[in-house]
């Protein structure tokens, strides 16, 4: 069945340095992977996704590259600010569209 | 557009009890997704519709758990008897069908004592 490993479990960052999670999954069969912030007692909300035929994507602050080869993707977010401490989640969708997220990322940006 | 809709967004039974949540998902969204989200852990797929039949439920305890959308529109999700591990967020998402791209009601906070 599908895995998706998340790393780090936490992550502290200084106010406008870089954050970057990284996550692994299993299924070769796997065709798109979303990310979602999650702030506390709040709904996961979907902030940026690639699909398998791309191998980066850029939206303002954050960016997702995928390996799909070595079977990992990141997500990058570049001049963290402190209203980007959140969990952050990624996810893999298999065939069938199976949404199987990773264990989570608690981000902590230090003003 | 309205989001996906849950309820109750709280609710606190008694092991062995019964219980029930309701979700309504985007309008349009031919998959539906029930996750169970223990605190500090990442969303768990209970079970997965796709209109009215399920796609997946290979994690849903079924000695505990039904789940059903009988309509392929909203569904209900009921646990019975509850136990005290079943103490959880339960996530509800939908999905288009060929997008892909999942979002996520408010949730039900279940607390069992």
């Known amino acids: 069945g599908e895995n998706v490993e998340q790393h780090p479990s936490t992550l502290s960052v200084q106010e406008g340095d870089s954050a970057v999670i990284k996550c692994t999954y299993s299924d070769s069969a796997s065709n798109y992977f979303p990310w979602y912030k999650q702030e506390l007692g709040k709904r996961p909300q979907l902030i940026i996704d690639i699909r398998s035929n791309v191998g980066e994507k850029k939206d303002q602050r954050i960016a997702v590259t995928l390996n799909k080869t070595a079977k990992h993707f990141s997500l990058h977010i570049t001049e963290t600010q402190p209203e980007d401490s959140a969990v952050y989640f990624c996810?893999?969708?298999?065939?069938?569209?199976?949404?199987?997220f990773g264990a989570g990322t608690i981000l902590r940006v230090k003003s | 557009e309205a989001g996906v809709a849950q309820s109750p967004r709280y609710k606190i039974i008694e092991k062995r009890q019964s219980v029930a949540f309701w979700c309504n998902p985007i309008?349009?969204?031919?998959?539906l997704y029930w996750y169970q989200q223990i605190l500090g852990q990442g969303p768990k797929l209970l079970i997965q519709?796709?209109?009215?039949?399920?796609?997946?439920d290979s994690q849903l305890p079924k000695d505990r758990f039904s789940a059903e959308r009988l309509k392929g529109v909203d569904s209900t999700l009921k646990i019975q008897p509850a136990k005290l591990e079943d103490s959880a967020v339960y996530l509800c998402?939908?999905?288009?069908?060929?997008?892909?791209?999942?979002?996520f009601g408010q949730g039900t906070r279940l607390t069992v004592v």
């Open positions: 998402a939908s999905s288009p069908l060929a997008d892909g791209r999942a979002f």
């Open positions: 519709f796709q209109n009215n039949g399920v796609v997946d």
């Open positions: 996810a893999s969708r298999e065939y069938g569209n199976k949404l199987v």
């Open positions: 309008s349009g969204h031919a998959t």
